[in-house]
T-cell receptor, first 112, second 114 residues
Framework: GAGVSQSPSNKVTEKGKDVELRCDPI?????LYWYRQSLGQGLEFLIY????????KSGLPSDRFSAERTGGSVSTLTIQRTQQEDSAVYLC??????????FGQGTRLTVV | GNSVTQMEGPVTLSEEAFLTINCTYT??????LFWYVQYPGEGLQLLLK?????DKGSNKGFEATYRKETTSFHLEKGSVQVSDSAVYFC?????????????FGSGTRLSIRP
């Protein structure tokens, strides 16, 4: 596609429910990154993929968070048993190896 | 570990004023350095970058020079415009043979008064 696409753009969920956030990177980009941006805060690294493998998942906050990437393309970030502190904007980016990272518009997650 | 520290905002300036946003980093080795910008209602986008010491990145009138001796990458613009109002993030990335995580500063909100 023309850019990094994330869906849904907004998600409101009840505390305790599971959510899945999707990222469609730019075609051909081998690296894919997930970040979290809380209100007024900087970007918190979660995980990055090189192809389908995740060399660095050190930023995942707890075992409720997981992510996968299939076919070297689409990635899904799953949050189980959501908590109110999970409310944030989740950003995805992709790049060609060490090239410029292109970001999507993000998914705004609200846990009520 | 690797980290980025940038000046806290918000920063409010009048149009045509000179802008400096300070950024310093801590890293092992020699990382690539970036400034990203997030305009209101838009996604994060790369503004400029520098990949080695003494390199100067520039774009849209903004400049930043990679200073190894002071581990800094300050963002400057000689004459700001209202359209420059945005949040600016300094970032670094270790230079391996393949991609690695990008580490961001906390962001600096810039507001320009007409």
């Amino acid at each position: 596609g023309a850019g990094v696409s994330q869906s849904p753009s907004n998600k409101v969920t009840e505390k305790g429910k599971d959510v899945e956030l999707r990222c469609d990177p730019i075609s051909g980009h081998t690296a894919l990154y997930w970040y979290r941006q809380s209100l007024g805060q900087g970007l918190e690294f979660l995980i990055y993929f090189q192809g389908n493998s995740a060399p660095d998942k050190s930023g995942l906050p707890s075992d409720r968070f997981s992510a996968e990437r299939t076919g070297g393309s689409v990635s899904t970030l799953t949050i189980q048993r959501t908590q109110q502190e999970d409310s944030a904007v989740y950003l995805c980016a992709s790049s060609l190896d060490r090239g410029e990272a292109f970001f999507g518009q993000g998914t705004r997650l609200t846990v009520v | 570990g690797n980290s980025v520290t940038q000046m806290e905002g918000p920063v409010t300036l009048s149009e045509e004023a000179f802008l400096t946003i300070n950024c310093t980093y801590t890293a092992t080795g020699y990382p690539s350095l970036f400034w990203y910008v997030q305009y209101p209602g838009e996604g994060l986008q790369l503004l400029l970058k520098a990949t080695k010491a003494d390199d100067k990145g520039s774009n849209k009138g903004f400049e930043a020079t990679y200073r190894k001796e002071t581990t800094s990458f300050h963002l400057e613009k000689g004459s700001v415009q209202v359209s420059d109002s945005a949040v600016y993030f300094c970032a670094l990335q270790r230079r391996y043979s393949s991609a690695s995580k990008i580490i961001f500063g906390s962001g600096t909100r810039l507001s320009i008064r007409p």
